[in-house]
């Protein structure tokens, strides 16, 4: 945890820079990734450390995004009760849907935690008191209280900062606990560690509570950001996307989700604003079709970097030593 | 008794391996389970953990019957498995492999703890923060012992407990369950060693195609070379 001080210092630094640049916009595009940070953080909790291959996580941010923007629609406009909402909301789903998940294995598995996140996803699909298809366009963001105005970009970018280290360090704090361990253990060798004696089940479903809570959270940050939000924040694409970031920042690297988030919303980014020459020659529409691009990446990841980036880096300073 | 295992018949699919094998362990015993390669070692000690589920027999453990209980439930009722092949997690250290599991399950007033299991295996104290992917065999079997020891059973059981160790590591284990024999833990042990097996256990079970065809002292086996021969090969 110590060496990711500088890193803190960087993100800390980030936002007086772009103001002094006058470059705001990138201020509310570094929060959106750092909110995406915290939602592949909690898939990598399932998917990296628990060996879960949950293709549903989706359906925990977008209930999240939900539960956080029909609060702000009836008039409760206070992210201390917004945020906590969404947390337990999602906890609630993520425990029902493990309960019913958690019993199949392997594609089994899989099936079932895309199925229910459709499910989710055509169930606020029909929800037309709150958009509907349309979405739900916010009023406003949540009210933190204390001075802090969350409609200031660099407010809200600091305090999506502060949750973004809260759940690292969770995460690392729960890692290193007995019961990470045993997650570990569970992925390594479920029936070893039923056999010494450790209910798994159990371990697996407060493993997906835990991080489709934190899945939630990211959620309703998600939509007070935007100010609007829509049934594709569930759909399976968005489970798809979140499994990316995780896949090319690192499956059970502390900071996969995080680079994997900042790669992969960066790597949009760029492949979307800023034209290539050279390529566009070759394919005028070249840029409306970014995910090109992201799969290249991916593709080359998987192949030469299967840890993905964590694991590159963390090897090239083992090497460096 | 501790453990009492009667008329048990496991099979895989059509393929019956026990055909109403009986024994029984009592508390401070050490007693090992001999026999040749297929002949039904590992099944037993499969069906009495519950992970593979008997057709039929009964098996009873501190009073209470298990043969139809969780491998967990059965674990937690205070039998500890060192399987064939050691099966320790890779990715974990030492220390963890050991703090994921400690548990006083038959509690113990001088209950095995990380800090106990790593005084009684100095080399593995040695390589606490190593991976277990960084072991060696020994080492390995160690851990897996170790392993077993922290959740504090009633019964500990070994499978093959030094079957692919260099001769001087599997001395050192034969060591340890000596001082575990002495400290009066109770043992039930498959291996292949009988001459290391008849100074550490007090009785025997020899099984030839899943049912029990001698059973005897530690003195009576020793005596009768003629049962190494027909039953184990030897």
């Known amino acids: 945890m110590k060496r990711s001080l500088p890193l803190l210092a960087l993100a800390l630094a980030f936002p007086l820079a772009m103001q002094a640049l006058d470059q705001l916009f990138y201020v509310s595009f570094a929060s959106r ?289 | 008794m501790l453990l009492e295992v009667q008329g048990l018949e496991t099979a895989y699919g059509t393929s019956q391996v026990l055909f109403g094998l009986s024994l029984c362990v009592a508390e401070g015993e050490a007693v090992t389970l001999l026999g040749r390669n297929g002949m039904g070692k590992t099944t037993t000690v499969r069906s009495i953990m519950g992970l593979s589920r008997p057709r039929a027999g009964a098996i009873t453990f501190r009073g209470r019957r298990i043969e139809r209980e969780r491998p967990d439930r059965i674990a937690r009722a205070g039998i500890a498995l060192v399987p064939e092949g050691r099966q320790i997690f890779p990715n974990l250290s030492v220390r963890e492999n050991l703090v994921a599991f400690a548990e006083n399950r038959s509690g113990r007033a001088d209950p095995w703890t990380v800090e106990k299991v790593l005084e009684f295996f100095p080399r593995l104290a040695e390589r606490a923060e190593n991976m277990g992917n960084q072991l060696s065999g020994g080492e390995q079997q160690m851990l897996a012992i170790g392993r077993a020891l922290v959740t504090n059973p009633y019964l500990l059981i070994l499978d093959e407990a030094t079957e692919g160790l260099a001769p001087l590591l599997r001395e050192e284990i034969w060591k340890c369950l000596a001082r575990l024999r002495a400290a009066g833990q109770t043992i039930l042990v498959i291996d292949k060693y009988i001459e290391r097996l008849v100074q550490l256990a007090d009785r025997h079970t020899l099984i030839e195609r899943g049912r029990v065809a001698w059973q005897g002292t530690s003195a009576e086996l020793d005596a009768d070379r003629n049962l190494w021969h027909r039953y184990l090969g030897v």
């Open chain 1, 33 to 321: 990734v750092l909110i995406y940070a915290i939602a592949a953080t909690s898939l990598n909790l399932v998917l990296g450390y628990g060996g879960m291959i949950s293709f549903g996580h989706a359906a925990f941010v977008g209930t999240g995004a939900y539960v956080g923007s029909i609060l702000v629609a009836e008039g409760v406009t206070s992210a201390w009760i917004g945020w906590p909402a969404a947390l337990a909301v999602s906890a609630a789903l993520a425990a029902i849907i493990g309960a019913v998940s958690l019993r199949t294995r392997g594609v089994y598995f899989i099936m079932i935690t895309l199925a229910f996140a459709q499910m989710m996803f055509y169930l606020v699909n029909s929800m037309k008191a709150y958009g509907g298809d349309e979405g739900l366009t916010l009023p406003q963001r949540a009210e933190l209280g204390f001075g802090l105005d969350l409609g200031n970009e660099m407010v809200f970018y600091y305090v999506v900062l502060a949750i973004l280290a809260l759940t690292l360090y969770g995460l690392h704090r729960l890692i290193q606990s007995r019961f990470g361990r045993v997650v570990v253990a569970i992925r390594e060798n479920e029936a070893r560690v039923e056999a010494i004696g450790l209910p798994v089940y159990r371990y697996q479903l407060a493993c997906f509570v835990i991080a489709g809570a934190v899945g939630g959270l990211a959620g309703a940050l998600l939509a007070s950001h935007g100010k609007y939000v829509n049934p594709n924040v569930l759909h399976w694409l968005q489970s798809g996307t979140l499994m990316i970031m995780v896949i090319l920042g690192g499956v059970g690297h502390l900071w996969g989700g995080v680079i994997g988030a900042v790669a992969l919303l960066s790597l949009e980014h760029l492949i979307s604003d800023y034209p290539i020459p050279w390529l566009a020659q070759l394919a005028p529409n070249y840029q409306q079709h970014a995910n090109l691009g992201v799969g290249i990446v991916l593709l080359a990841i998987v192949l030469f970097a299967p840890q993905g980036i964590a694991g590159l880096l963390g090897r090239r300073r083992r090497a460096r030593a």
